[in-house]
């Protein structure tokens, strides 16, 4: 059984609190979000999967799910950006939202890979070098960097996604986009469909479009609009028979209809 503290009610409820303050966010599915706690509750774990406009639509769009199954949430775990969590203000963030039980997890996304060490460091502003030397990280990009937070990122989708509760929140996109378009799909989530495949893990998927109101910006938002919509869970295997259906490669299915969620009248 998931232990619900008054530790985590109270840090919760401050969380909330503070969304309703901060943003206007409107989310007209929740009967699915009830459906997703259901799941949670009896058996297993889960992967939700959004479109990324922002710096702040991740903590925007949880706010509905911490409402509606807060006590139903083990951890939940999001891979981000090492860039983001070496720069001073979205690092402070990234830290501070493990107080609601979302662990941030550093990883060198797709458009960095290629870069060489003196790329890497242009690319760095100074109070986000100056928090990485405090912190003891390195700025370079070499490839045991590389792989070593790739294996802990795959260690921790390894742990969560074997407890009840667990949920690993992933943007496939990889970087923000500022349309109703959603972008190629880097490799992640292709990873996660086949770990949970493979060990017969009973995972859910979840689809979440984030519509921004007027005035939204790739950076922070607030006092700003917002739409949540969520998408019934879906099985591996409800995947894998409508991705047939319809022609598609699972992982090209999930970009699909993640797209029709954001277009949705």
């Not at 139903?72 to 939202?97: C, E, F, K, Y």
């Not at 700003?224 to 409800?238: C, K, Q, S």
Request: aromatic share 8%; charged share 25%; with cysteine.
């Amino acid at each position: 059984m998931i232990r619900f503290s008054f530790k985590k009610k109270v840090l919760y409820g401050v969380f909330l609190i503070l969304m309703s303050w901060l943003y206007r966010i409107r989310c007209r599915d929740r009967a699915n979000i009830r459906k997703l706690k259901a799941h949670l509750a009896a058996q297993g774990s889960a992967i939700i999967v959004f479109n990324h406009i922002s710096l702040d639509d991740a903590v925007v769009m949880l706010q509905p799910f911490y409402e509606e199954m807060g006590d139903q949430i083990d951890v939940i775990i999001a891979p981000g950006s090492r860039r983001h969590w070496g720069n001073l203000l979205t690092g402070i963030m990234m830290r501070l939202a493990d107080l609601i039980n979302l662990r941030v997890i550093p990883v060198v996304q797709h458009y960095e890979r290629n870069l060489d060490s003196e790329q890497s460091q242009r690319k760095q502003n100074w109070p986000g070098f100056l928090l990485e030397k405090v912190l003891g990280q390195r700025s370079y990009l070499r490839k045991e960097i590389i792989l070593g937070l790739d294996r802990q990122f795959v260690r921790a989708v390894h742990k969560v996604l074997a407890e009840r509760g667990g949920i690993v929140l992933i943007a496939p996109e990889g970087h923000r986009r500022e349309d109703d378009k959603i972008g190629m799909f880097q490799n992640g989530i292709g990873f996660l469909l086949r770990y949970a495949k493979n060990k017969d893990r009973k995972t859910v998927v979840v689809l979440v479009g984030i519509i921004p109101g007027e005035g939204c910006n790739r950076g922070l938002n607030l006092f700003r609009d917002f739409e949540v919509r969520v998408n019934n869970p879906l099985t591996i295997a409800d995947i894998e028979k409508e991705a047939n259906l319809r022609h598609l490669d699972p992982v090209e299915l999930i970009r699909v209809k993640t797209e029709e969620l954001v277009q949705a009248a």
